[in-house]
Nanobody
Framework: QVQLVESGGGSVQAGGSLRLSCAAS????????MAWFRQAPGKEREYVAA????????YYAASAKGRFTISRDNAKNTVYLQMDSLRPEDTAVYYC??????????????????WGQGTLVTVSS
């Protein structure tokens, strides 16, 4: 059964840090690029960061660059998102997604088929 399970969300004050995890199962994790998206209340889901399957190259949205770090551990079938210097505007449900290539993360969200259930991050001022 193909599954992505996020964890690590919670409540933190502005300036704090959180580390999100996404555990994958049911597919060959090392052959898939992985990404994090987020969806704030009343807003559309947006791309945050991605990491490629073959060379672990990382990519970031402007809002995440310099504050967030995406990484992966293929031995544990897990992708991480280290979030530092958190801001109230980072409050959202964070989702991980899997794709055979990173290009698809920049296309229509409806084309992405592998999603986790999400984990809530709340940043208070």
């Amino acid at each position: 059964q193909v599954q992505l399970v996020e964890s690590g969300g919670g409540s933190v004050q502005a300036g704090g840090s959180l580390r999100l995890s996404c555990a994958a199962s049911g597919f060959t994790f090392s052959s898939y690029s992985m990404a994090w998206f987020r969806q704030a209340p009343g807003k559309e889901r947006e791309y945050v960061a991605a990491i490629s399957w073959n060379d672990a190259r990382t990519y970031y949205a402007a809002s995440a660059k310099g504050r967030f770090t995406i990484s992966r551990d293929n031995a544990k079938n897990t992708v991480y998102l280290q979030m530092d210097s958190l801001r109230p505007e980072d409050t959202a449900v964070y989702y991980c997604a899997a794709s055979p290539d990173t290009v698809r993360f920049y296309g229509p969200i409806r084309d992405l088929k592998l999603w986790g259930q999400g984990t809530l991050v709340t940043v208070s001022s």
